[in-house]
Structure formats: structure tokens, C-alpha cells
């Protein structure tokens, strides 16, 4: 019977499986018999061909993170059309822009509600909302550390929350909400203006998933 000749995509082909394998905890012997070679071809295999083989994982690698940035750059873009796209058509009117703007931040984020309030004083003021969660017309939160979107607004910063309901020191106010409307997990993202804290957009789940 002839010897079968392997080309060299084919070679790297088998390393990369050995490899996997390997990764997986197999030992190198049941790794090698299930890829259909010795352990001898392996290590020699592996001496000629493993710095291509490494190179091929490094670009599939890159490739991966590439698509990903790109995808993320599309979904970028598909907001910002949306949201420009509904304040041609509404010139005069704040609300469905605002409205836009809360739904694309949901879908962006792989989330299903999100309010956006904005400052109103000393309180923040519900402007608009998408998902099932409640948020009463005219809610009002105080701007307080208490609260993740209080502290949002006072550190200009995001606020990430895994479990809302069980901060009741960290965010005792904030807690105090999420336990009469049913969320837990929370992202609170100020919205600025200048350097100036002017609302938050606010990214809520009922299950304890981070974000």
C-alpha cells in the first residue's frame, strides 16, 4: 500500500487538531491516534511546520477580533441612522428621538430595557423608556450615591451593578427601586454635555446577568 503524502495545509491541519486536543486533556499518544498519525510524525510534524501552524492561530486570532470591531462598527452606524433618520422626520419633536435613542442602546448592548432620564434639578426625571420593566411616567430619582444612576451623574462615570437587589449598603436607595420594579442587574452610562453630567441612560435585567 503507498504511503499517503499529506500537503502542507494538511499537515497544519492535523497539528491544529493534536493541538486542540492536547487543549482539551487528552494525552499526546490518544491525541496523535485520533488524528490518524504516530507520535513520531507529530514531533516532526511539529518541528517543521509548527511555527506556521502558530501563525495560522494567530491570524484566525485577528481575524476574529477584526469581524468582531467591524460588526460592533455596524451596529454603531445603524443607530446613529436610525436616530438621525427619526429626527429629520420629527424636527420639532424631542420625544421619539428619545425614544430612538433608548431602544438602539438597548439592542447595542445585548440588553431589553433601557430608560433614559434626565436632570431635573436635584432629581433625575424619566424622559424615555423601552422595555418591559415599569418605569412610571414622571419618575423622579434623587441624585444620590445610593442610587447607580445618582452615582453616574456625581462621578461622570458608568456605573456597573451584577445584583442590585443585594447592595443594601452600597446603593441602599437603588436597591429600595429595583426591589419594587423587579430588576437586578443594573449599567447606569451618564449622558455629557461639556463635561456636565446632563442624564443617564440606564440598562436594566431581572436576572442577576452582568453586563
Same mark, same amino acid.
Given at each position: 500500500?503507498?504511503?499517503?503524502?499529506?500537503?502542507?495545509?494538511?499537515?497544519?491541519?492535523?497539528?491544529?487538531?493534536?493541538?486542540?486536543?492536547?487543549?482539551?486533556?487528552?494525552?499526546?499518544?490518544?491525541?496523535?491516534?485520533?488524528?490518524?498519525?504516530?507520535?513520531?510524525?507529530?514531533?516532526?510534524?511539529?518541528?517543521?511546520?509548527?511555527?506556521?501552524?502558530?501563525?495560522?492561530?494567530?491570524?484566525?486570532?485577528?481575524?476574529?477580533?477584526?469581524?468582531?470591531?467591524?460588526?460592533?462598527?455596524?451596529?454603531?452606524?445603524?443607530?446613529?441612522?436610525?436616530?438621525?433618520?427619526?429626527?429629520?422626520?420629527?424636527?420639532?419633536?424631542?420625544?421619539?428621538?428619545?425614544?430612538?435613542?433608548?431602544?438602539?442602546?438597548?439592542?447595542?448592548?445585548?440588553?431589553?430595557?433601557?430608560?433614559?432620564?434626565?436632570?431635573?434639578?436635584?432629581?433625575?426625571?424619566?424622559?424615555?423608556?423601552?422595555?418591559?420593566?415599569?418605569?412610571?411616567?414622571?419618575? $423622579?430619582?434623587?441624585?444620590?450615591?445610593?442610587?447607580?444612576?445618582?452615582?453616574?451623574?456625581?462621578?461622570?462615570?458608568?456605573?456597573?451593578?451584577?445584583?442590585?437587589?443585594?447592595?443594601?449598603?452600597?446603593?441602599?436607595?437603588?436597591?429600595?427601586?429595583?426591589?419594587?420594579?423587579?430588576?437586578?442587574?443594573?449599567?447606569?452610562?451618564?449622558?455629557?454635555?461639556?463635561?456636565?453630567?446632563?442624564?443617564?441612560?440606564? $440598562?436594566?435585567?431581572?436576572?442577576?446577568?452582568?453586563?
Amino acid at each position: 500500500m503507498p504511503k499517503k503524502v499529506f500537503t502542507p495545509l494538511q499537515i497544519v491541519n492535523k497539528l491544529r487538531q493534536i493541538e486542540r486536543l492536547i487543549a482539551s486533556g487528552k494525552a499526546v499518544s490518544r491525541a496523535c491516534k485520533q488524528a490518524g498519525i504516530t507520535e513520531q510524525v507529530y514531533r516532526r510534524w511539529r518541528k517543521d511546520y509548527g511555527g506556521l501552524a502558530k501563525r495560522l492561530n494567530e491570524l484566525e486570532r485577528k481575524l476574529e477580533v477584526r469581524n468582531r470591531d467591524l460588526g460592533e462598527s455596524l451596529e454603531q452606524q445603524t443607530a446613529t441612522a436610525e436616530i438621525l433618520s427619526v429626527i429629520s422626520t420629527s424636527p420639532t419633536d424631542l420625544q421619539p428621538v428619545l425614544d430612538t435613542v433608548v431602544t438602539s442602546a438597548a439592542r447595542f448592548c445585548g440588553a431589553y430595557d433601557a430608560t433614559m432620564f434626565h436632570l431635573d434639578g436635584g432629581s433625575l426625571r424619566l424622559a424615555a423608556h423601552h422595555g418591559p420593566i415599569p418605569s412610571p411616567l414622571g419618575l $423622579l430619582m434623587p441624585v444620590v450615591r445610593g442610587i447607580p444612576s445618582g452615582r453616574a451623574v456625581l462621578e461622570r462615570q458608568a456605573v456597573h451593578v451584577p445584583d442590585l437587589q443585594a447592595e443594601a449598603e452600597e446603593f441602599p436607595e437603588g436597591r429600595a427601586f429595583a426591589q419594587e420594579f423587579g430588576f437586578r442587574t443594573t449599567l447606569s452610562v451618564p449622558l455629557l454635555r461639556e463635561g456636565a453630567a446632563i442624564g443617564t441612560i440606564l $440598562l436594566r435585567r431581572v436576572e442577576v446577568t452582568p453586563f
